[in-house]
């Protein structure tokens, strides 16, 4: 296996940190001219169940009942043998995408942009009329799902992206962002003890505002499911199996902080939650092939998976203790 850099030498600032690099292909979806256009079986979403900012557009689409409306495509999580940073379709008949014909997510960025120099990520939506990457900006993806596709969603879809609670969450998602889902990222990536130190303190402080945040309620904003909550749960899902060891946020585990375990698992306990969570897949890939510390490729056995299954006690914090979703 080539080893490879996941991170591509811009991505590290002055003092050892990572930096993400910013989205390449940000059209978002739309009505307006120069937006595109929200057709039914017209894109292909390609995700890798390894990655929690792909794994929550997932999560999304089948909440929201779009399984109908755009397809999707997995990569296998264990990267392939090219000396370059790719994903493949080794999962599937032949190691070929059955819709996009292609092996190597690379080349539908290619497509889309030949010159294009960033790494090649997931999640990617690939327009079906070219074959080639049209939006792969994570962060806003899963609002597009809520506000742009309503006209698609099933009947009764949950309400995940409230008019009246838009710019909280719009705060909340970007602290989130920053502290918890990149935290672990800009603590595995670092490439200084300062710039590790710093990012490892951002996790921890922000775990200790949520563990109290959740004290008093069942989800971050209260009785119900939404937005921010997806984006938490990704992260806490890749906590203890990834993280903790691979990235070396290793002060306290998530099963040490009663209330985020407790809501981790009210959310694992859904469908669209613990049906798309792979934790198989998530050891393989952060154990596996990103760490250049594991040369023996030694699969850790542990945690305890049986323990995201155990029953909470969450629905008391809640005044609509039957329903998770508005
Ligand atoms: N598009 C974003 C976030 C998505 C992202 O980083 N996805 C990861 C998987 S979790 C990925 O595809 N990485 C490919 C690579 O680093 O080569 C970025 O460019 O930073």
């Known amino acids: 296996m080539a080893v ?46 390894v990655c929690p ?6 999560i999304v689409r089948q909440l929201l009942g779009l399984e109908d409306v755009i397809s999707v495509g997995t990569l296998d999580p264990i990267r392939p043998d090219v000396p370059w940073s790719d994903w493949a379709f080794t999962l599937d008949e032949g ?23 960033g790494r090649y990520t997931v999640p990617a939506v690939v327009d ?19 506000t742009a596709w309503k006209k698609f969603h099933k009947e009764n879809a949950p309400e995940l992206y409230p008019q009246e609670l838009r710019k909280e969450i719009d705060t909340l998602n970007a602290y989130i962002f920053h502290d918890v889902n990149n935290g672990v990222y800009k603590a595995g990536f670092a490439k200084s ?8 303190k951002l996790v921890f402080d ?22 921010s909550d997806i984006r ?27 209330n985020l375990w407790g809501y981790a698992r009210d959310l694992y306990e859904e469908e669209a939650f613990g049906g798309n969570t792979d934790f198989d897949a998530i050891k393989r890939h952060y154990h596996l092939c990103c760490l250049e510390t594991n ?25 609509d203790p039957e329903h998770k979703y508005r």
């Open 4 to 49: 490879v850099e996941h991170v591509i030498n811009k991505e590290i600032q002055a003092g050892g940190k990572f930096e993400r690099q910013p989205n390449r292909f940000v059209t978002p979806f739309g009505d307006k001219e120069g937006e595109l256009p929200v057709e039914k079986n017209r894109y292909r979403l390609l995700w890798a169940p």
């Open 295 to 319: 040369p023996y490729d030694i699969l850790p056995l542990g945690p305890d998976l049986a323990l995201w299954k155990e029953k909470t006690d969450r629905a008391k914090l809640s005044g």
């Open 232 to 258: 938490l749960y990704v992260t806490l899902a890749r906590f203890d199996v990834a993280y903790f060891n691979g990235f070396r946020v290793n002060q306290r585990m998530l099963k040490d902080y009663p």
């Open 53 to 58: 900012w792909a794994n929550r557009s997932i």
């Open 193 to 200: 003890q300062e710039a590790y130190a710093a990012a490892y």
């Open 206 to 227: 922000a775990f200790d505002v949520l563990e109290k945040r959740l004290s008093t309620r069942r989800f971050l904003f209260g009785d119900y499911i939404t937005e």
């Open 128 to 146: 079906l009329q070219t074959g080639a990457v049209v939006n792969n900006d994570y962060f806003n993806l899963t609002l597009y799902l809520e």
């Open 95 to 117: 190691d070929v995408d059955p819709v996009l014909k292609i092996k190597l997510l690379s080349e539908a960025y290619k497509k889309a942009d030949p010159d294009y120099e």
